[in-house]
């Protein structure tokens, strides 16, 4: 009984994030109230766990498909045109914010490694450099691909574990 309730919750949680999906210009199953957090892309990869997980559950191509679809957004379908990922896509973030990969401040330092994803918009603007560059900026733009912008580019494993999970699911997925 309770096993069938967790995959209800699951189900039921997955429609919601579809439904979100649906009223969001790049498919992206993301719609905060009140603008981007820190570390929005996280909050995107985790949403598509869920209804990855939803999709393993029932084998349902809906699921399968809404994960991919906001899987483009945070490979740069999105308002800015650009991957968060380091080293993929056309135009990709570059010089994030870390303290073991600094390049684009301290050339002695290695720069990101491919596959590292950025944290993302952040409406908050939480990082002087960020003040500076993205005054009144629409929420989905509020990023700048600077390493002085820990607000929205830094690196964290708490987001990157998740792209690992998230990309194994879409490596394995039918």
């Known amino acids: 009984r309770d096993l069938k309730q967790i995959r209800a919750s699951v189900r039921e949680a997955a429609d919601a994030y579809l439904q979100a999906q649906k009223k969001q210009g790049f498919?992206?199953?993301y719609a905060p109230a009140n603008g981007y957090g820190w570390g929005s892309n996280q909050s995107v990869i985790q949403t598509m766990i869920v209804v990855a997980t939803a999709h393993d559950i029932t084998g349902d191509k809906r699921y399968l498909q809404a994960?991919?679809?906001s899987m483009d957004y945070i490979l740069g379908r999105?308002?800015?045109g650009i991957s968060y990922v380091t080293g993929y896509g056309t135009t990709y973030a570059h010089?994030?914010?870390s303290y073991m990969f600094a390049a684009s401040t301290d050339p002695s330092f290695p720069p990101?490694?491919?596959g590292a994803l950025a944290g993302g918009p952040n409406s908050g603007l939480a990082d002087d450099?960020?003040?500076s560059k993205l005054q009144g900026c629409a929420p989905q733009a509020c990023y700048v691909d600077d390493s002085r912008s820990f607000s929205t580019n830094e690196i964290a494993?708490?987001?990157?574990?998740p792209l690992a999970w998230i990309a194994s699911f879409l490596a394995d997925a039918r």
């Open 27 to 29: 498919g992206l199953m």
């Open 67 to 69: 994960v991919r679809e």
């Open 78 to 80: 999105n308002a800015l």
């Open 95 to 97: 010089n994030q914010f």
């Open 112 to 114: 990101p490694p491919k």
């Open 129 to 131: 450099y960020a003040i």
């Open 157 to 161: 494993i708490n987001w990157n574990a």
